[in-house]
C-alpha cells in the first residue's frame, strides 16, 4: 500500500496522539506499506509498526523509531543519521548501504547479513567493539582469540557512550599470567 504525504502526514498525526494517550488517536500501523523514499525527517515512529514496510531510501534522519517493529523491513539506503533506535526490533531487517552514523542502537534486536555495508560512525563503531569484547569465548581457542580481539578493540570499545557515562565497566585486558 502506498500513501501520498499528506495521507502519511495524519497518519503520523493520530499515531502522536496514540502515544500521548489523547481519544482518537491510532497506533501507527504501516506494515507492508510501501514508503520508498518516504520524507519522514524527525517523525516520532515510537512503538510503530513497520514490520515488512517497504522503507527504502527513505528519509528516517532524527526520528525517534524506539521500540518500533522493523521486522523484516526494507531499509536499503535509508537514511537513518541521528535516529533514536533504541530497543527497535530489526530482526532480519535489509539495512544494507543504510547511514546509521550518530543513529542510538542500543538495546535494538538486530544481527544478520542484511546489515553488511551499512554506514557507520565511531559511535556506532564503539557499540559493536564493545559488545563483541563481552562475548563469553567457551574453548581455548575461541578464549585464545578474544584474548586478541579485546586487545585490538579495547581503545574503540571503552569510547562507548554508555562506558563513558559510567553505566557500562570498561574493557579490561587480561593480564598475561607467567608459569613462573
Known amino acids: 500500500m502506498q500513501f501520498t504525504q499528506e495521507e502519511l502526514n495524519l497518519k503520523l498525526e493520530l499515531h502522536v496522539e496514540w502515544l500521548n494517550s489523547i481519544e482518537g488517536g491510532i497506533r501507527l500501523d504501516l506494515h507492508s ?8 525527517r524527525s517523525a516520532d515512529l515510537h512503538s510503530a509498526d513497520l514490520r515488512y514496510a517497504n522503507l527504502s531510501s527513505a528519509d528516517l534522519s532524527s526520528a525517534d523509531l524506539s521500540s518500533a517493529d522493523l521486522h523484516s523491513a526494507n531499509l536499503h539506503s535509508a537514511d537513518l543519521h541521528s535516529a533514536n533506535l533504541h530497543s527497535a526490533d530489526l530482526h532480519s531487517a535489509d539495512l544494507s548501504s543504510a547511514d546509521l ?3 542510538n542502537i542500543d538495546f ?5 547479513c542484511g546489515f553488511l555495508g551499512i554506514k557507520c560512525d565511531m ?6 567493539a564493545y559488545h563483541l569484547c563481552r562475548l563469553e569465548a567457551q574453548d581455548d581457542e575461541s578464549k585464545e582469540a578474544m584474548k586478541k580481539i579485546r586487545r585490538n578493540l579495547k581503545k574503540y570499545a571503552n569510547k562507548m557512550h554508555r562506558v563513558q557515562n559510567r553505566e557500562l ?10 608459569n613462573l
Open 101 to 103: 552514523s550518530s543513529a
Open 123 to 128: 559511535l556506532l563503531i564503539a557499540q559493536y
Open 33 to 40: 506499506a510501501d514508503l520508498r523514499s518516504a520524507n519522514l
Open 169 to 178: 565497566p570498561e574493557i579490561k585486558i587480561e593480564k598475561v599470567r607467567s
Open 108 to 112: 535494538t534486536a538486530w544481527f544478520s
